[in-house]
Nanobody, 122 residues
Framework: QVQLVESGPDLVEPSQTLSLTCSVS??????????WIWIRQPPGKELEWMGA???????WYNPSLKSRISISRDTSKNHFTLQLSSVTPEDTAVYYC??????????????WGPGIQVTVSS
């Protein structure tokens, strides 16, 4: 059974960098043809695709976030991470990590973590 779990701080101060980790069990993050995705949902808004890292390590980012986002992985720990710099209160959201064959998707298919609420506030 594939399981993904997000971890990280639930409160981040404005202008700081948000860092989240997605720990994966039941599957390797280097297995073809899966992609490992970060999606978020701000309060009262729709799901937003943030970016992804593929099984080979290639990354793709939402152009609206490209200057602030970085996704990386640690294959020895079988996890991947999200870093979002210069956060503002508009980055307050529930953040999800997802496994999917597609790169850009917000459909509730594949495997999803339970989500982690992150609030940006001083």
């Amino acid at each position: 059974q594939v399981q993904l779990v997000e971890s990280g701080p639930d409160l981040v101060e404005p202008s700081q960098t948000l860092s989240l980790t997605c720990s994966v069990s039941g599957a390797s993050i280097t297995t073809d043809p899966y992609n490992w995705i970060w999606i978020r949902q701000p309060p009262g808004k729709e799901l937003e695709w943030m970016g992804a890292i593929g099984y080979s390590g290639t990354t793709w980012y939402n152009p609206s976030l490209k200057s602030r986002i970085s996704i990386s992985r640690d294959t020895s720990k079988n996890h991947f991470t999200l870093q979002l710099s210069s956060v503002t209160p508009e980055d307050t959201a529930v953040y999800y990590c997802v496994r999917n064959r597609l790169i850009v998707t917000t459909q509730r298919t594949g495997y999803w973590g339970p989500g982690i609420q992150v609030t940006v506030s001083s």
